[in-house]
């Protein structure tokens, strides 16, 4: 029976690339999907983009694929990726540009586009923010972007026309992973089970490290051997859709029933509907089973049809966050966080503008979780100041008032540091999938 | 006994909802945490952090709940001011729940 590898290269944007050079080496692969598309990241790709049209792709993709592409040809390793986040079309010419420069041959470059929607955005304003209930209207003249959530369609077409490197842009994480089931046994939707197991797998590797023992560590309780050496995920899986999920053997790490498990409730809600754009997967009755050190076969996951719509993420403008951040250490150091904290409340109260979501925490106490109790006497304490505003200059002003606590402030205040940053902020809506052309760009080399 | 005890959790993020699941080292547990791991305990737990409804769901052969919570996340990760604007922190919390 036909049986194939596919490895998971990344996790997010910013991931590590050694596991995945790793994995090309010596994980005997098909194919190695790289996840590095944030539901925010596409939006700040968009900005980049329109600031230089040759830009807005995944900033580490070159420096990536300049390692990845000799391994990958050696090893007959198809990549796929979503790193080509706001510009696919410019990822795919200077991937071909560089792997030329490399001497490189036999690439055959695709990519995929059609869920760039923000032209048409005008016939979408009276649908409703998921997130709110209120229509898009009411961000209209803040929307930077607009993104459709792709499931696998586009990714299978250029497999079938014999890509070897794919570069998409707003493609849902468990697609990238589908798309090559799809294309190498032929399942058709109607195979709910094989469909549903497919996004299943897409959906424990598009984290990577993460169903390896990332995210996971918990000394005593939870130990992970050689975390430091984290190995990033495969699956093997046949046609039938039976499988498992593995590492490399000298990678650290673990792949457990556990790991699985968490992983496999991770950003999902209801595990009988998670809405994919290739079909609504049902992993209630998913189970796993480990059958030696690191290998873990997975069963029971089934899907229903797939919905009308797509999930397109709208990017808009929402102000500033100001933040400063201050510490105080030694002797009596709560009270004089909580008296300088006092004082930046009351400053920032003065200023004749609006501060939304204000928020004075101390690091070390109550960042993470309002109002925990103060009963300890900590030997450092951090305050963190960080409010948002329409305008910068406005911004500048909050982190300001925690800098300046270093002459105005309680004895003894160190390490202070200012950040203004703008909002980019995702607004979700449902768009029919008819309305949505998906096209396919390729260069050989 | 703490719940780290008995289980581990792992947090996600969607907007402005947080998932924790909240998965047992041994089966055997699962029935407890059932019983003691209500959705008032929760709300109570997370106070004035979750704004709206949590939904509970099971997972028994798994030995694991998911809870989603709702406006858990002072506007989500692309709004927030919070330090942790995924949320990430938020399942070991839930750990130091205490149950008889």
């Known amino acids: 029976m036909k049986k194939i590898r596919i490895g998971s290269g990344a996790g997010y944007a910013g991931d590590r690339l050694e ?21 925010r990241t596409i939006a700040l790709a968009q900005k980049e983009k329109k600031e230089d049209p040759t830009k807005g792709y995944n900033e580490l993709l070159l420096y990536r694929m300049k390692q990845v592409l000799p391994l990958a040809l050696k090893h007959n390793v198809t990549i796929i990726t979503n790193m080509g986040a706001a510009n696919p079309i410019s990822a795919m010419e200077d991937i071909g540009k560089m792997a030329q420069e490399m001497n490189l041959s036999n690439l055959k470059i695709a990519a995929v586009t059609g869920d760039d929607i923000h032209e048409n955005i005008k016939d979408y304003l009276d649908l409703p923010i998921l997130e ?25 077409t250029a497999l079938k026309n014999g890509a070897n490197v794919i570069i998409t842009g707003r493609v849902a994480d468990p697609s990238l992973f589908l798309a090559p089931m799809i294309h190498e046994f032929g399942w058709r939707s109607t195979q709910k089970e094989l469909w549903g197991t497919g996004s299943l797998v897409g959906h424990l590797l598009e984290c990577a490290g993460q169903v390896c023992g990332g ?13 430091w050496n984290l190995g990033f995920p495969f699956v093997e899986i046949d046609s039938n859709g039976k499988g498992y999920i593995s590492k490399l053997e000298d990678a650290g790490g673990m792949v457990t029933k556990a790991t699985c498990t968490e992983q496999l409730l991770y950003e999902i809600h209801d595990p009988e509907n998670y809405i994919t754009p290739d079909c609504i997967a049902d992993f209630s009755k ?31 403008k929402n102000g500033f966050i100001g933040e400063g951040e201050i510490s105080y250490g030694g002797a009596n150091c709560l009270k004089r966080a909580l008296l300088a904290k006092e004082i930046v409340e009351k400053r920032l109260a003065l200023l004749p503008y609006t501060i939304l979501d204000l928020r004075l925490d101390l690091i070390g106490i109550n960042s993470l979780l309002p109002n925990q109790k103060l009963t300890n006497e ?15 200059i ?42 949505i052309r998906i096209s396919i760009d390729y260069t050989s080399i | 006994m703490k719940l780290w005890e008995i289980a581990h959790a792992r947090t996600g993020d969607k907007g402005n909802i947080s998932n924790i699941s909240l998965i047992v080292h041994c089966i055997n547990d699962f029935e407890l945490i059932k019983e003691k791991v209500t959705i008032d305990r929760l709300k109570e737990w997370y106070g004035n952090q979750v704004k709206g409804e949590i939904i ?45």
């Open chain 1, 19 to 39: 596991p995945a050079l790793e994995l090309l080496k010596k994980g005997n692969l098909d194919y190695i999907c790289f996840e590095g598309l944030a539901e």
């Open chain 1, 132 to 156: 709110t209930g209120k229509p898009l209207n009411t961000l209209k003249n803040q929307i930077i972007s607009a993104n459709a959530y792709l499931g696998c369609d586009g990714i299978v």
């Open chain 1, 215 to 227: 995210y996971f560590a918990d000394p005593v309780k939870k130990e992970v051997p050689e975390l």
């Open chain 1, 286 to 316: 998913v189970n796993f089973t480990t059958k030696k050190k690191d290998v873990v076969y997975f069963d029971g996951a089934t899907s229903k049809v797939a919905t009308e719509t797509f999930k397109v993420s709208v990017g808009y």
């Open chain 1, 378 to 392: 900590p030997n450092e304490v951090r305050l963190r100041v960080a409010g948002k505003t329409k305008h910068k």
């Open chain 1, 394 to 435: 406005e911004a500048q002003q909050i982190a300001n008032e925690v800098e300046t606590l270093y002459t105005n402030g309680p004895s003894g205040g160190g390490g202070a540091t200012k950040k203004v940053s703008e909002i980019v902020a995702i607004a979700s809506i449902l768009v029919p999938k008819k309305d």
């Open chain 2, 56 to 100: 509970r769901y099971e997972i028994p052969q798994l030995g694991a709940l998911n809870f989603v919570m709702y406006e858990a996340l002072n506007g989500g990760v692309t709004n927030s001011t919070a330090l942790d604007k995924h949320g990430k922190t938020l399942g070991a919390q839930l750990l130091n729940m205490t149950i008889d």
